[in-house]
């Protein structure tokens, strides 16, 4: 396959099946910079649920008991809204960082990338060996040497997709309930059980099997790619003005050649398989392999480096050097307006948290004294990890609460609910509806005051 026919259909065949991908490892500056950031990311990935602040997980998706925890922040249904602000955050900073500098964010930080590359690319080469000796062993036949290699790698990348899957899962249901689902019999938690393998045959399938198609194909970040870069991008990029024309070098031959000798090692090396020289393709996750390969050619023929670099397209075209764009700062000013506002609600957000409500399909009741009442019902939810006792005190004096259930003590991380009477002196109401306001109160602290509408007769009807 040439290598224009490789850019085009870097995954496929001549026939339309798929083209297996035996990337030679080239360990240059930028491939030591990457293997540094995967240790400090693996580290962190199978520390994380068991890292505390202030006593909560650093990070807690628990999606089946609607709890969700953020750097030790605890997050309830009814804070979901923040939340989500910090993941719209999150998202808008990686556009930015697209914007700036390309797929860069697949190619060193993308979960994917580390762990294919960086564990499973690892454990293959160190067990079947370098590319040459991968590629010979995939074509020829089923040997006892084969048999024993592959049952020993996929054995390998079973117990650490397994690992994963372990880990993964401690991020959604909590480092406790692993432990428990680990070291109580399976019949108390089945379908934990079945969760962890179900997610290690994922794991497992797309690091043996699905591998790069992931990046390629599945991952809808790659496909905004070409949406949000433009020429001021800076990307991975060949330096075609000063790379062309290409050709091996000779004695003999005499005419005017660019820096690349067309060695192709920037496509032997590429693990989604394109010819960066070809130009920007989506493929591209801006993994800077090429850029060490072809540092090390340029180094033995005695050229400058980086030949292949991080370049924008005005760069290389109009030699422009790279600047902060409108474009950055109107996505640098969303981001301070996302993060402003996520401050400020995470500041000001109460420990606990109060839902009032008036009982549904229930009129008016007269009460003795003079007195109207309605029932209501409400849910407290303690967002901290430390008990707390709260109460619902009328904001006017006149107004009196006799509880059918008080909400007493509400324990740390939990809920509790409040039914009770509101009860309105009759000749204090002047319409149908009257707004009244409780005030939840912890030790003579009011932590925020609830306003909701009480329903009786006329004074005078």
Known sequence: MSLSETAIQPNTTKEGGRRWMYPV???GKFYQYRSWLSYVYLILFFAGPFLRIKGQPVLLLNIMERRFVLLGQVFWPQDFFIFVLAMLAGVVCIVLFTIAF?????????PQTIFMEMVFRKIEIWIEGDAKKRRKLDEGGWTTEKMVKKTAKHAIFVMVSFLIANTFLAYIIGSENLIRIITEPVSQHVSGFISIWIFTGAFYLVYSQIREIVCTVICPYGRLQGVLTDKHTLNIAYNYKRGEPRGKLSKKDNTVKGDCVDCGLCVDVCPTGIDIRNGSQLE??????CIDACNQVMEKIHKDLNLIGFYSEEMIKEDIKPTFTGRMKAYSGVICALLGLLTYFVVTRNDVDVTVLRSAGI??????????????????????????EVALVPEDPKVKIKYIQAPGAIAKESSTKAVFFVMVPGKDIHSAKTDIKLKVVQQHKVLATISTSFVGPISGE
Do not use: H, V
């Open 363 to 388: 009129l008016y009741q007269e009460q003795p004294g003079g007195y109207i009442s309605n029932l209501y019902n409400a849910d407290l939810i303690n967002k901290t990890d430390k008990k707390q």
């Open 284 to 289: 591209c996750i801006n993994c800077t392999a």
């Open 25 to 27: 490892i080239r360990k």
């Open 102 to 110: 390309g797929r860069i964010f697949c190619g060193w930080i993308c």
